[in-house]
């Protein structure tokens, strides 16, 4: 008498149709284990340890992390530099960038060929060929001097290498990028509905009040992925201070990104171990404002619901 087949275990079942899917996904997998988790894993190891890139790396305990918040005058100045660029790009950015999409959202012709213009110099920006543009610019001899010398009879400093100026050049530099937020907040925009405008006009609202009222209110998850995300970048800026500063974080360190000085402590002065600790020291710093602005979304982000 023939057997009956035993049907297959659910789990079985689930295995088997997951199979293709995660053959589709392995080389994202193998990418995160053996390109980011590895990497990463290994800087935490070493964030532990003095290592010069050459010799094996020797275990201190917590004696990095005691050196950068006890006995580092340079982190102190890095990190003032950062925050003072997160603080002054990030606003500017996201409100130069919703004043044009505002701009933009008014129907004019050739819409796409504007948006394909404003989103040109974000895919350029972080290039070190525009950084290097950006140092010619504004050097003593540079454009913005002889635009001015022209048009008012004023010579100007050299103003990247001016301590009072140089980190204002390299903000500039991050407004100029706003074609990535800016389409973001088109894209809101677009799903506002006019209805409500229409509505507002009739009770006696002006545009001031619409934008207030309407526009704002309706668009804060939009700000709210924009201002999250172009945090996280500006903390991450390294080139154009690099290539600005020639490497140094000059004048006066005055440009010393915290991203600079770990790559400085890292491969310039072949600290791996310490520049592995300022790396998990800048995790921590983006995770938490992160985590902050998650916790306060609720008081300002208004959804559908």
């Known amino acids: ?70 006995n580092d005058p340079k982190f102190i100045a890095a990190m003032k530099v950062t925050f003072t660029y997160v603080l002054l790009s990030v606003p ?91 389409i973001i907040f088109l894209a809101g925009l677009r799903q506002i509905p006019q209805d409500m405008y229409e509505a507002a006009s009739l009770d006696g609202a002006g545009p001031m009040r619409q934008m207030f009222k309407i526009t704002l209110p309706l668009l804060t998850p939009v700000i709210f992925f924009n201002g999250v995300i172009q945090t996280i970048e500006a903390f991450k800026a390294f080139t154009p201070a690099f290539i600005v500063s020639e490497g140094t974080g000059g004048p006066v360190d005055s440009t010393m990104f915290y991203t600079l000085y770990l790559y400085l402590e890292g491969f310039a002065y072949l600290r791996m171990g310490y520049a592995s600790a300022l790396a998990w020291v800048l995790v921590v710093i983006i995770a938490f404002f992160t985590a902050f602005s998650f916790l ?5 982000v208004h959804y559908d619901d």
């Open 92 to 182: 500017f950015k996201l409100a130069f960038a919703l004043m044009l999409a505002m701009a933009l959202n008014r129907g004019i012709q050739g819409l796409s060929i504007y948006r394909a213009i404003f989103y040109l110099p974000s895919l350029l920006g972080a290039s070190v060929a525009i950084a290097v543009l950006w140092r010619q610019v504004f050097a003593g001899d540079g454009l913005l001097n002889a635009v001015l010398k022209w048009a008012f009879g004023y010579q100007g400093p050299s103003w990247i290498s001016n301590p009072d100026y140089a980190l204002y050049t390299l903000v500039s530099l991050s407004i100029w990028q706003f074609g990535s937020p800016m």
């Open 1 to 70: 008498m023939a057997s009956i087949a035993q049907p297959s275990s659910g789990l079985g079942q689930t295995v088997r149709k997951s199979l293709p899917a995660y053959g589709f996904l392995s080389p994202w997998l193998i990418g995160l284990f053996c390109l980011t988790a590895g990497p990463v894993l290994a800087s935490l190891y070493l964030s532990f340890t003095n290592f010069d890139l050459i010799q094996t790396p020797r275990w201190v305990g917590t004696a990095n992390y005691e050196r950068i918040f006890t």
């Open 296 to 300: 306060s979304a609720k008081y300002w």
